[in-house]
């Protein structure tokens, strides 16, 4: 990464680079103590292979690495190191880790931990990440820890459960001919669809959610686990791409409408939004998402500031309203109407959803009490007979796919996503992108061709369904479950936002929403920030261009390597098209545009580009 990193990324800090590990045609990078990309003759055969400590709210301990030693052969690796994990209380866990690769297709890790005290966690162990690239819906061999051996298939769609459980081992084919079995031992593992989450992955851990959690490791008793990996076979070696080559840009068939652009409000944005009518202006957005939370205080007041914005700036508007369901629903929901009206703020729309169903219910918990959802939605229509009314999920896919909605009794589905739940790394946030097809694809096929709605969909987490609160995060880290995200500030944000709606755009959205004006989901800068505040973050200029397509006719643009360039193409009644390239990467990438009309180009770091 050449360019300023904090023009990229909003951060000064640096990630840790990785280490490239070969043995012969087996190759892996090692970077904080674990196993990124394992390919086998430059095939990704693995996501990753990662030891994580977990606490209570399901936060990554980031375990301090010492005594390291690499030693790189000629036909063989292997890596050693001792790390730590310092829990509430001064508890503290020591791990050993022994790595080693060799030309013949094996690899080996295997950790034995040693609680100093007793030392609380959710998971401690291994997680196996397999790519969805090629592999989603594709057959594996399943052996169970009784030992037995079960043909399936890894899922095509979502799945809402574990798709497998009590694993010992599983076997996929990398290629014709080429096989890689996955050895799990020292515990019981089990998988899940992290593509419920935008993970683009399928996640192999270990502990099963049915069992207690946050559990505890006893002082002075080692636990040992191995993950052993296995590539056979001869099969042809697919012609490789280098990364260096340029990636082709052609445009396909016209698709459905590109969606409405919406910005999600709070009530403390409403101030500054409205001292930055003519960039709200500028920037165009179709909807204005007002969120609305009585359990947070939110009342007449709140209403009152949205109709102020309402009234100064012409958009559709919906109300994001969250329910108690804490006394009668009639009751609470009239309430609710009747402040719309003594507020005078215009509505067209409202989508409404229990408080207690923003907070996940994994698998093997109990539900939480809520009221039946025909009941939250009779009272909601009931309360605004005039108006559409949606529903569905304020937090994520994953909680929509285990509690699924009924759409009949809804004008329009909706859901949001966010990429840092689990992972924060920049490869891991964009690579988040490839998942966002199968949750569309997933979408659809439960609720049809009901209207659909994402989002809010950003970089940081507004809320935590995991835990008891988002990740505080003041010195601007790449941290997981963070509610503010450095990179929201930087380049890098613009480029993942026209990735994102490149990803969504063959699904139909009625709406998409990735941004707010202001505040740490905001196109612009805030108080706390280097930048001027209130002055245009680079994702301005991203959400300005999807503002502008809103409505056009979406055409399929495909690239060669879409993991490194993303496109989105529109075009108008008059035959007019308008095209959005991004740079997914943090290396300059060439461009042959030829088939629009620009011939060659050079892309800078996450650059944004439009054309026509």
């Known amino acids: ?52 400590v977990r606490d209570r709210d399901w936060g990554t301990y980031e375990p301090a690495l010492t005594d390291l030693v690499i030693d790189q052969g000629v036909d063989a690796f292997s890596v050693g190191y001792t790390a730590s994990c310092t829990g509430p209380g001064g508890s503290r866990l020591v791990f050993r880790a022994t790595i080693k690769g060799s030309a013949d297709g094996r690899l080996v890790f295997d950790v034995s931990a040693l609680p100093e005290s007793d030392f609380e966690t959710n998971r401690c162990g291994f997680c196996v990440l397999h790519p969805i690239a090629g592999l989603a819906g594709s057959p594996v ?65 270990v502990r099963p959610l049915a069992l207690p959690w946050p559990y505890v ?7 040992r686990q191995t993950i052993s990996l296995l590539i056979a076979g001869d099969g042809k070696i697919p012609a490789f791409v280098a990364a260096s080559s340029a990636v082709r840009v052609t ?40 969120h609305y939370d009585p359990t947070r205080g939110h009342g007449l007041d709140a209403l009152r500031s949205f109709a102020r914005l309402a009234a100064a700036y ?42 207690v169903d923003r907070q996940s219910t994994p698998p093997g918990s109990a539900w939480p009490p809520c009221p039946p959802l025909e009941d939250v939605y009779a009272a909601a229509r009931r309360a605004f007979p005039d108006i559409r009314l949606g529903g569905g999920m304020f937090s994520y896919f994953t909680e929509l796919n285990r509690k699924r909605v009924p759409a009949g009794l809804l004008d329009f589905v909706t859901h949001c996503t966010c990429p840092i739940v689990h992972a924060a790394d920049d490869l891991s946030v964009m690579q988040s992108l490839e998942a966002l097809p199968f949750i569309t694809r997933s979408a659809r096929a439960i609720f049809g061709d009901k209207p659909y709605r994402i989002g809010p969909s950003t970089l940081a987490m507004r809320q935590n369904p995991y835990g008891g609160a988002t990740k505080d995060n003041p010195d601007l880290l790449r941290i997981a479950m963070a509610n503010r995200d450095p990179r929201h500030n930087g380049q890098f944000a613009a480029a993942w936002t026209i990735g994102y709606a490149a990803r969504v755009a063959p699904a139909g959205l009625e709406m998409l929403t990735l941004s707010g004006l202001t505040g740490p989901f905001g196109v612009l800068a805030a108080s ?40 989105l193409a529109g075009r ?35 650059a944004i580009i439009r054309i026509g």
């Open 141 to 205: 061999t399943v052996e169970h820890t009784d030992g037995s051996v079960v043909a399936t298939k890894l899922p095509d769609l979502i799945d809402p459960w574990q798709p497998f459980k009590d694993l010992r081992a599983i076997t996929h084919e990398v290629r014709p001919g080429v096989t890689v079995e996955c050895r799990m031992e020292g515990d019981v593992f089990e998988m899940e669809d992290q593509r419920n989450w935008s993970d683009a992955s399928y996640k192999t851990y």
């Open 1 to 52: 990464m050449t360019a300023d990193r904090f023009l990229l990324c909003g951060t000064r800090a640096a990630e840790t680079e990785p280490v490239r590990l070969i043995a012969g045609p087996l190759s892996t990078d090692f970077v904080n103590g674990n196993l990124r990309t394992i390919r086998h003759d430059g095939t990704e055969v693995l996501r990753a292979v990662a030891y994580i």
């Open 217 to 223: 490791l006893p002082a002075g008793q080692t636990n």
């Open 572 to 606: 108008s009644a008059s035959g007019e098209t308008i095209v959005w390239l991004a740079n997914l990467t943090a290396d300059d990438v060439s461009v042959d545009a030829s088939a629009l009309g620009q011939g060659h180009l050079l892309m800078s770091p996450y």
């Open 314 to 355: 012409s958009a559709r508007t919906t109300l994001e309203c969250v329910v108690a369901c804490s006394s009668d629903l009639d009751a609470e929901l009239a309430e609710v109407a009747g402040f719309v009206r003594r507020a005078g703020l215009r509505l067209d729309a409202i989508a409404v959803s229990p408080s």
């Open 251 to 290: 445009l396909g068939e016209p698709g459905p409408a590109l969606p409405d652009v919406g910005v999600i409000v709070y009530p403390s944005d409403v101030e500054t939004a409205l001292a930055n009518l003519p960039t709200l202006s500028s920037l165009g957005p179709q909807q204005l998402l007002f």
């Open 528 to 567: 706390r920030e280097p930048a001027a505040e209130g002055s245009p973050r680079p994702i301005f200029q991203a959400i300005e261009g999807l503002c502008e397509l809103a409505g056009l006719t979406h055409v399929f643009a495909k690239t060669s390597d879409e993991t490194r360039i993303a496109a």
